[in-house]
Nanobody
Framework: QVQLVESGGGLVQAGGSLRLSCTAS???????VGWFRQAPGNERELVAT???????NYADSVKGRFTISRDNAKNMVSLQMNSLKPEDTAVYYC???????????????WGKGTLVTVSS
């Protein structure tokens, strides 16, 4: 069974920083990993992703402020968020595209989400 456990969300003032982490279990091989977010009334949107060879992709709204990284040995992905803005307030979801021990093909897996609130 695949589990993605997120941590690091919380309340921070504008201009502050937070670091999100996500650890995956039950995954045999991770292809790409990343973070998405969903603000109230909005659709879920991509924040940042990183491939197995370290290629990164960021939403324009977070470029220069957020940094994604991964630790393949620990099946972990992190998101360092600096210079946070009130518009960054959302539930942040960890995403993994990989092969679980129980399957034979790549699939998408999601965490339950962690709330980030940025006050002005």
């Amino acid at each position: 069974q695949v589990q993605l456990v997120e941590s690091g969300g919380g309340l921070v003032q504008a201009g502050g920083s937070l670091r999100l982490s996500c650890t995956a279990s039950g995954i045999f091989s991770i292809n790409s990993v990343g973070w998405f977010r969903q603000a109230p009334g909005n659709e879920r949107e991509l924040v940042a992703t990183i491939t197995s060879v370290g290629r990164t992709n960021y939403a324009d709204s977070v470029k220069g402020r957020f940094t994604i990284s991964r630790d393949n040995a620990k099946n972990m992905v992190s998101l360092q968020m600096n210079s946070l803005k009130p518009e960054d307030t959302a539930v942040y979801y960890c995403w993994v595209y990989g092969i679980a021990y129980s399957t034979a093909s790549n699939a998408n897996y999601w965490g339950k989400g962690t709330l980030v609130t940025v006050s002005s």
